[in-house]
C-alpha cells in the first residue's frame, strides 16, 4: 500500500485519519460555530469536500503569518475555509469568497452570520472567473492571500485571475493537488489533474512566483496544497 510504513514494533501505520483527529484534539479547538459549518457541507452540492480542521488551522496561521488583510477565495461551498479566513484577517481584515452555486452561498451566508463574520466576508454568487475579472475591471484592492479551491479544471483561470488581483508579495494556495497520487498520472484523462498540472506548469514559468508544493494525509486521505509566493 502507498505510504505504509513500518514502527519499531513492526505493526504497520497507515491510520492518518487516527493521527490527524489526534492533532484536531489537541490542537485545533472548533466552536459551535465551526461544528455547525462542517456539518452543513452534507447540505451543499460537494460533501465532505470543506477542508479539514488541521488545514483549516494551518489557513489560519498561514494568513496570520503573511500579515494578510485582504483574502480571496475560489469556491466557498459551506464557508467552514471562509471562517478560518475571516478570524484569521480580524476585525479590520476583509475576504471575498466566490461560490457558484446560489444555494451553497445561502448555506455559507448563514454560517458566516453564526460564526460572527458576516461584516467581513462577501461572498458572490456566479462562475467565478466572470467575477474575478468583474473584480479587476472594478480596480479592486489587491488582495494578500489566495485560496483556489473550486472547480478543478479550472485553476490555470484561478491563478491568472488570482495574479491580475493580487500585490507584490501576496500568497496563493491551491488545494487539492495531489488527489491520491492522480496527478502523476496525466494521462488518465482527468481534467481536475490536467487543471492541477498546467496551474503548475504555470507557475514554474512564471518569473515573478516562488512556490514549492506540500503533500498531506490525514482525514482526507492523500492530498496537498501548492504554495507560491509573488515577488
Ligand atoms: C473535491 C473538491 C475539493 O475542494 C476537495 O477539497 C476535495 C474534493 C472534489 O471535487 O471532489
Ligand atoms: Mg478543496
Do not use: C
Not at 47 to 65: D, K, R, V, Y
Not at 102 to 128: F, M, Q, W
Not at 176 to 182: A, C, L, Q
Request: aromatic content about 6%.
Amino acid at each position: 500500500m502507498p505510504g505504509m510504513r513500518q514502527h519499531s514494533g513492526g505493526t504497520p501505520l497507515t491510520d492518518w485519519s487516527t493521527v490527524d483527529e489526534y492533532f484536531i484534539d489537541a490542537l485545533v479547538p472548533q466552536d459551535e460555530a465551526l461544528l455547525a459549518a462542517r456539518a452543513s457541507g452534507a447540505e451543499t452540492t460537494l460533501p465532505q469536500a470543506e477542508i479539514s480542521p488541521n488545514q483549516g488551522a494551518f489557513l489560519h496561521l498561514l494568513t496570520q503569518l503573511a500579515g494578510a488583510r485582504r483574502v480571496l477565495e475560489f469556491g466557498t461551498l459551506a464557508g467552514y475555509s471562509t471562517i478560518w479566513f475571516a478570524r484569521a484577517v480580524g476585525p479590520e481584515g476583509h475576504v471575498v469568497t466566490l461560490e457558484l452555486e446560489p444555494g451553497n452561498a445561502a448555506i455559507a451566508t448563514t454560517n458566516l452570520e453564526r460564526a460572527g463574520v458576516a461584516d467581513r466576508v462577501e461572498v458572490l454568487v456566479g462562475p467565478a472567473a466572470d467575477t474575478a475579472e468583474r473584480l479587476a475591471e472594478a480596480g479592486v484592492e489587491p488582495f494578500d492571500l489566495v485560496f483556489i479551491d473550486a472547480d478543478k479544471p479550472s485553476n490555470p483561470v484561478y491563478l491568472a485571475a488570482a495574479l491580475n488581483l493580487t500585490r507584490s508579495g501576496a500568497v496563493i494556495v491551491i488545494d487539492n493537488v495531489v488527489r491520491h497520487g492522480e496527478v502523476v498520472r496525466p494521462q488518465s484523462g482527468n481534467p481536475a489533474v490536467a487543471g492541477v498540472r498546467k496551474a503548475v506548469e504555470d507557475i514554474a514559468a512564471h518569473p515573478d512566483l516562488d512556490a514549492t508544493a506540500l503533500q498531506t494525509v490525514g482525514i482526507k486521505g492523500w492530498d496537498g496544497f501548492v504554495i507560491a509566493r509573488r515577488r
